[in-house]
């Protein structure tokens, strides 16, 4: 397939892209990225402030 050759990937990631994009614009495309990565930053928070909680949970158990 010429256009997996002239972008240097391989014919199968083309096939997958399509199959995951196809029927999809442009502007469709960026907001599931833009709303995927609005998840990754926002899970990425919450393990934060998950492993904080267990941090003062064992700091006040302690305590006592």
């Given at each position: 397939?010429a ?18 994009y196809a029927g ?10 833009r709303?995927?990565?609005e998840?990754?930053r926002?899970k ?8 904080e909680?267990e ?10």
């Amino acid at each position: 397939m010429a256009a997996a050759r002239k972008h240097g990937v391989s014919e199968q990631s083309i096939y997958r892209w399509h199959n995951k994009y196809a029927g999809m614009e442009v502007s469709d495309v960026r907001e599931l990225k833009r709303v995927k990565d609005e998840n990754m930053r926002l899970k990425k928070l919450l393990a934060e402030r998950d492993l904080e909680v267990e941090v003062m949970k064992e700091i006040q158990a302690k305590k006592w």
